[in-house]
T-cell receptor, first 112, second 112 residues
Framework: NAGVTQTPKFQVLKTGQSMTLQCAQD?????MYWYRQDPGMGLRLIYY???????DKGEVPNGYNVSRLNKREFSLRLESAAPSQTSVYFC???????????FGSGTRLTVV | QKEVEQNSGPLSVPEGAIASLNCTYS??????FFWYRQYSGKSPELIMF????GDKEDGRFTAQLNKASQYVSLLIRDSQPSDSATYLC????????????FGGGTRVLVKP
């Protein structure tokens, strides 16, 4: 099983450009999450989808949008990238409440 | 007060010794607890979970939970250089909508 697959693995954007980070899981998990990880800041939740058809804001949603395309896929969109969005982005999923998360391999994004 | 707190380290232990990591949490309604290992430049990997008070052992790892005192710990026996990583504590908090709340992580260095 592939688990949680994120694309791309690396990306460099210019300020103001837009892009979509893709995430897909093949474990039939209900819930999916987008985190960013910055040095000294730990993992911060951007958006999550508790189940197909629902999305909710996390701790740091400003500047981002998400789409739960179907049960497998949960994408994160940056409409107008800013240098403050330079980070490592992780997608995660889990089967249900009380379960641990399975993380994707991450996307390292640099905004110049 | 942070919801999940960990000493950032680094925790330096000699090869073969026991590494002891601690984590405290604030939500008394928390029901499930997880330890993740994250190597530099990689994604978090689930290594232990515990739901009930007491100890849970898995190979060289032991998780300990004390809900009355609101702490969870991880022991790594016979520490190896390959155990050098950052260890993240995560708590499933009802107050956070049953999402995982992560601590900032403890960096462990195992010296040969």
């Amino acid at each position: 099983n592939a688990g949680v697959t994120q694309t791309p693995k690396f990306q460099v954007l210019k300020t103001g450009q837009s892009m979509t980070l893709q995430c897909a899981q093949d474990m039939n998990h209900n819930s999916m999450y987008w985190y960013r990880q910055d040095p000294g800041m730990g993992l911060r939740l951007i958006y999550y989808s508790a189940s197909e058809g629902t999305t909710d804001k996390g701790e740091v949603p400003n500047g981002y949008n998400v789409s739960r395309l179907n049960k497998r896929e949960f994408s994160l969109r940056l409409e107008s990238a800013a240098p403050s969005q330079t980070s490592v982005y992780f997608c995660a999923s889990r089967a249900g409440a009380g379960d641990g998360y399975t993380f994707g391999s991450g996307t390292r994004l640099t905004v110049v | 007060q942070k919801e999940v707190e960990q000493n950032s380290g680094p925790l330096s232990v000699p090869e073969g010794a026991i590494a002891s990591l601690n984590c405290t949490y604030s939500d008394r309604g928390s029901q499930s607890f997880f330890w993740y290992r994250q190597y530099s430049g990689k994604s978090p990997e689930l290594i232990m979970f515990i739901y009930s008070n007491g100890d849970k052992e898995d190979g060289r790892f032991t998780a300990q939970l004390n809900k009355a005192s609101q702490y969870v710990s991880l022991l790594i026996r016979d520490s190896q250089p390959s155990d050098s990583a950052t260890y993240l504590c995560a708590v499933n908090a009802e107050a956070a909508g049953n999402k995982l709340t992560f601590g900032g992580g403890t960096r462990v260095l195992v010296k040969p």
